[in-house]
């Protein structure tokens, strides 16, 4: 063999063995990443876990043979302070007469509801517990979010106390349907983690523990998880249950205003009546609420009223496309935007649409009154 072969059968030999190596580090580098998130996944479950609690309500339904006879329905809830608070979801507890809370323990509390607030789908109840009361969960700053991170959901699926399912953020900012009628809420997260019947009210965590969210919904055609579930943001916890526990309730903003939305459907449907609108998308101004905000600024609601089949229809109000320069595609905009970006006392600016030219009218923005 002569030296320039025998060199090349080295240099092939060290590039092989180079290889072999680099694929061997970069599968122990992953095992060892995978034991990492392991890790760090069995940690918050070891952390959180215990703070999290199973709430058990009982409420009458009537009965066609036996009348009213009373029914028990689960969800979850997590430790918010050491006073013994504890915030679950406004639909976990809605009509119950009776509410029992089961620490990760399996020990049993009688709880008191001390606030509500149905629009935010929140509520707090309050249970004595002395030295045996978990650890507060620390509640983390939602904005800071990323879609992609891995989440921990903790509750008790269909009953099944102490379920850890994780997933990742899927998206942000989605805005879901609230409790309250007419209403929607803002801020919510997106997860794929596995939530079915019963996680509701439990925390959504990330990997530090923290409370992202509060589990509320999911979007599914057979009731069970189909990897799109929703959390109530935790900065609208921040913001609203502090709230509920100092006051029993949460004061949302409010101008008053009633309207339609501008979509294909209802601008053919207004062209047909007679009905002059410059733009495409947008709410149309058709009424107000007794005490309008709105109303009290200037903004003008319908001039006139038009039959189209059953329908009543006024005509000729102004129609609303921004507040505080963000573009209003429809009254869920304007919505959120109140609920999440102001307070009662704060003046927005209602960019409208009359008569074809644009104007702003500013309003100040007020409690909305109870049952609205």
């Not at 034991?35 to 996944?41: C, F, G, H, S, W």
């Not at 595609?329 to 109140?338: A, F, S, T």
């Given at each position: 063999?002569n030296?320039r ?9 060290t590039?092989?063995v180079a290889?072999?190596?680099g694929?061997?580090g ?30 058990t ?6 009965n ?10 689960t969800?979850s809830?997590?430790?918010?302070d ?5 915030v679950?979801?406004?639909h976990?507890?809605?009509?119950t ?6 620490l990760?323990t ?5 709880a ?8 935010n789908?929140l509520?707090v ?5 002395g030295?045996k009361?978990p650890?507060a969960?620390d ?10 991170q ?6 008790a699926?269909f ?8 997933g990742?953020?899927?998206a942000?900012?989605?805005?879901i ?5 007419d ?6 997260i997106?997860t ?5 019947p019963?996680?509701?009210g439990?925390p ?7 409370v ?5 919904q999911i979007l ?8 799109v579930?929703?959390?109530i943001s935790?900065n609208?916890v921040?913001?609203v249950?502090p ?6 309730q949460?004061?949302h903003p ?7 939305d501008?979509?294909a ?8 009546v ?10 149309l101004?058709?009424?107000?609420e007794?005490?309008?905000?709105a ?5 003008n609601g ?6 189209y089949g059953?329908?009543?229809?006024p ?7 921004a507040v505080d320069?963000?573009?209003i595609?429809k009254m ?7 609920e ?11 960019t409208?649409?009359r008569?074809g030219s644009?104007?702003?009218i500013e309003v100040r923005?007020?409690?909305r009154?109870?049952g609205r």
């Amino acid at each position: 063999m002569n030296s320039r072969a025998a060199t090349s059968i080295g240099v092939s030999l060290t590039l092989a063995v180079a290889a072999a190596l680099g694929a061997w580090g970069s599968a122990g580098a992953a095992l060892a990443s995978q034991a990492t998130l392991e890790d760090r996944i069995t940690a918050v479950y070891e952390s959180a876990g215990p703070s999290v609690v199973n709430i058990t309500g009982l409420t009458y339904v009537r009965n066609p043979l036996l009348g009213s006879v009373p029914e028990e329905g689960t969800g979850s809830g997590f430790v918010f302070d050491g006073q013994g608070h504890i915030v679950t979801n406004y639909h976990v507890i809605e009509g119950t007469y009776e509410l029992i809370v089961t620490l990760a323990t399996g020990e049993e509390f009688l709880a008191e509801i001390v606030g509500v607030d149905p629009a935010n789908d929140l509520a707090v109840l309050r249970i004595d517990a002395g030295a045996k009361l978990p650890p507060a969960l620390d509640l983390a700053d939602s904005d800071a979010l990323r879609v992609g991170q891995f989440v921990v959901a903790i509750g008790a699926p269909f009953g099944l106390e102490q379920t850890l399912t994780t997933g990742v953020v899927s998206a942000l900012g989605r805005v879901i349907e609230s409790p309250e009628d007419d209403q929607f809420i803002g801020e919510a997260i997106q997860t794929d983690a596995a939530i079915n019947p019963g996680n509701s009210g439990g925390p959504l965590l990330n990997l530090n523990g923290e409370v992202i969210g509060v589990n509320c919904q999911i979007l599914s055609t057979s009731g069970s998880s189909a990897g799109v579930g929703f959390a109530i943001s935790a900065n609208t916890v921040a913001r609203v249950v502090p709230r509920l526990i100092l006051d029993g309730q949460y004061p949302h903003p409010w101008i008053g205003i009633q309207t339609i939305d501008l979509n294909a459907y209802t601008l053919a449907v207004l062209k047909q009546v007679g009905a002059q609108i410059s733009v495409s998308e947008g709410a149309l101004v058709v009424g107000f609420e007794s005490g309008s905000p709105a109303r009290a600024a200037g903004v003008n609601g319908g001039s006139r009223t038009v039959r189209y089949g059953w329908y009543a229809i006024p005509i000729g109000g102004d129609v609303l496309v921004a507040v505080d320069d963000r573009p209003i595609e429809k009254m869920e905009d304007l919505l959120v935007y109140l609920e999440t970006e102001t307070e009662i006392g704060d003046t927005v600016r209602l960019t409208v649409v009359r008569d074809g030219s644009l104007r702003t009218i500013e309003v100040r923005v007020a409690e909305r009154p109870t049952g609205r």
